[in-house]
């Protein structure tokens, strides 16, 4: 029963003159997911977007950490299934599929 509570992910992009910093946030909480996603170029004002995911929807959805402990499981065993698919939630807090 493994459960992800919260996940950070941040890029920058150093481009002249202005640079560009993403960081997406995605914490866990008794209704669902909240995402929180901002946007930063240069010097301008950082836009900020957040909508959550209820329960229900993401029922057996795995993030990038879980997703990167089930490889290793998987690793550990030496066994792939075939055709190993799971509703997943990329990095950019979409929901998608994620294909082994």
Do not use: W
Not at 75 to 85: G, I, K
């Amino acid at each position: 029963q493994l459960e992800t509570l919260e996940q950070e992910e941040q890029e920058r992009l150093e481009l002249r003159p202005h640079p560009t910093e993403k960081t997406t946030h995605i914490v866990s909480h008794q209704h669902g997911m909240t995402v929180t996603k901002t946007l930063q170029e240069g010097e301008a004002e950082p836009q900020c977007h957040s909508f959550s995911y209820s329960r229900a929807k993401l029922r057996a959805r795995l993030l990038e950490g879980a997703s990167l402990l089930l490889l290793r499981v998987l690793a550990r065993r030496q066994t792939m299934p075939p055709d190993l698919v799971f509703p997943a939630i990329n990095s950019e807090g979409d929901l998608c599929t994620c294909s082994y």
